[in-house]
């Protein structure tokens, strides 16, 4: 939906609303208008059932109004003598409507200064729950989101096992475009085992029933900072069809909502407007090379050929012992069809240079891709023989930067052209077709950005999927509060990271956690407050 149906149907909403409601208005003292008129309804509405005002904010914002406004119609009929738990469960069940019954056919009389306070404990503990659900709710949708690194496509620079701190203020929160869904779940609901929102599962057209969905626009607020190089970015994948997130079953025919999308932390290596290129898996950005942040450690995969074949693993592990394990993802296996080479899945330039002086070690050799064969990446074409070591030169699209369109480069552009900007191009013969005409550039609309992991032959990344536009940004990772080694290897086998725990995602030099700062804060406020209560209590 569109934002002028949307307008439609809010006005529609204020009508219902108003026919519904306006002589409860006049038996609270207003003016039976005031029940029609937008916004000021709501205005109105808290004065009567004796709320604040910033429930206003509340029934409008998306996902939070799904609590708040059937709360609305309890308190509406509460304001006029129906508070049982029957009239509350009728309220919610009939959508509102309830309020039709008591505006035109029962006998009700508006209560003056109603007391507020739940009469039960019950009712105490059921306000507090859903009250707690709306505050958790308003920060995880809008400012903060918490989020667990699972793979290790960042190994070395955030670790499997992370737990962070996502800000959603620096690049700008995006507002929830599925209206219809879970409050602080994403994509299924845990046990259960499905879909946290509203959604059609018979797609006869892909990546456009779901827009049928009661969709919101897209909407961002003002951001603090933009996208700079090397930042890391949470992110919803662009390719993603996972129609479950614990189950890793793709369907290339499923296509999620933008706000759906399973939720990514890579490295944003390029930005709008960048030129980027990949040269034996290191990244060159306008032709140079892309220095990263000092607590970063790029890792690639090496053959390590041995002075003397191995008789076991055990033998390789005794090798591994003799190293800097936290510097090697995944050990060391032997290579396919050899006895005396192994494959490092993933390793640090420090391993490296350790592994090289092994005595039993006789050569190191990164496992570096040819240049010009084609590796199945981004754009999936086999005109561009590009693959996880070699890649582009690419430009980095920036919204407003116009570039030549040609059959030749069409497959760079096209998924971004239809998928994300929502046009319809293709090639015929040597012509290009944009919405039915023969064009030769192409003004793009939005900014897009190169997204990797820095360990560069065990992360699907930007290579695989290509660009992400900046609608599918998240946050900013900038804390973490928790690390467990392990976690992908059930509880009995997790350990506690110590030295990452209470630290901050970004900055240089070695990590500080500030785990005992802020213990010490909590208890310094929380003997504080009782101080000030006895002190209270003593002058009373």
Partial sequence: MNWTEWLILFLILQVIHGLGTWKLYIKAGRQAWEAFIPIYNAIILMKIITRPWYWVILIFLPIVNLIMIPATWVETARAFGKDTKLDALICILTFGFYLYYLNYIADVDFIKD????????????????LFAIVAATIVHTYFFQPFVIPSSSLEKSLLVGDFLV???IHYGARAPMTTIGTPMVHDTIP???IKSYLYDDNFEKRNTSWKNKLQLPYFRFPAFQKIKNNDYVVFGQPAD?????????????????IDKKTNLVKRCVAIPGD???????YVYI?????????RAQLQFSYDVKLKNPLASQADVNRILAALDRADIDDGMGQAQGETDIYRIRAASDKAIASFKNHPEVASVKKNIQEKGVYGGTFPRDPNYSWNVDFFGP???PKAGASTKLTVQNLPLYDRLIQEYEGHNVYAKGNEVILDGEVVDSYTFEKDYYWMMGDNRHNSVDARAWGFVPFDHVIGKPVFIWMSIDGINDGIK????????????VNGKGERVSYLIPFIAVIFGITFFNRWRKKKKAKAK
């Fill in 114 to 129: 109603r007391q507020l306070k739940p009469k039960t404990s019950a009712g105490e503990w059921i306000t507090s729950i």
């Fill in 275 to 281: 030129t980027l290129e990949i040269k034996e898996g």
């Fill in 493 to 504: 086998n997790w350990s506690i990271r110590w030295d990452r725990v209470f630290t901050t």
């Fill in 166 to 168: 996502v800000s959603k």
């Fill in 191 to 193: 046990v259960a085992k």
């Fill in 394 to 396: 690419l430009y980095i």
């Fill in 286 to 294: 306008n032709g140079k090379k892309n220095v990263l942040p000092d």
């Fill in 241 to 257: 069809t996972l129609r479950n997130m614990d189950i890793f079953t793709p369907d290339r025919n499923y296509y999620k909502p």
